[in-house]
Nanobody, 114 residues
Framework: QLQLVESGGTLVQPGGSLRLSCEAS????????IAWFRQAPGKERDLVAL???????NYADSVKGRFTISRDNARNMVYLQMNSLKPEDTAVYYCKTWGAVDYWGQGTQVTVSS
């Protein structure tokens, strides 16, 4: 069974950058399309970015041009590079598989504040 573990979340100032990592174990990450979601306090969990098995990417309008999703199948890793961070990017960020079977990570907290 696939297991996903996110890391890299921390406190960062507005305008700063951060890279989140999603590490897979128990199966081969290359079999799956992977998405990053985020959930701010009191809000629903929203899709941030998606990368397919072939490397095609899609982004929420709110992060286009600032966030980049990438994958390294050899390392069983998916990344989310976040630049020009804003306070409204504050949330718990989750990675998950995208497709017939849902596997979620436990989340990592990103706080954007001065």
């Amino acid at each position: 069974q696939l297991q996903l573990v996110e890391s890299g979340g921390t406190l960062v100032q507005p305008g700063g950058s951060l890279r989140l990592s999603c590490e897979a174990s128990g199966s081969t990450l290359g079999y799956y399309s992977i998405a990053w979601f985020r959930q701010a306090p009191g809000k629903e969990r929203d899709l941030v970015a998606l990368i397919t098995r072939s490397g095609t990417t899609n982004y929420a309008d709110s992060v286009k041009g600032r966030f980049t999703i990438s994958r390294d199948n050899a390392r069983n890793m998916v990344y989310l590079q976040m630049n020009s961070l804003k306070p409204e990017d504050t949330a718990v960020y989750y990675c998950k598989t995208w497709g017939a079977v849902d596997y979620w990570g436990q989340g990592t907290q990103v706080t954007v504040s001065s």
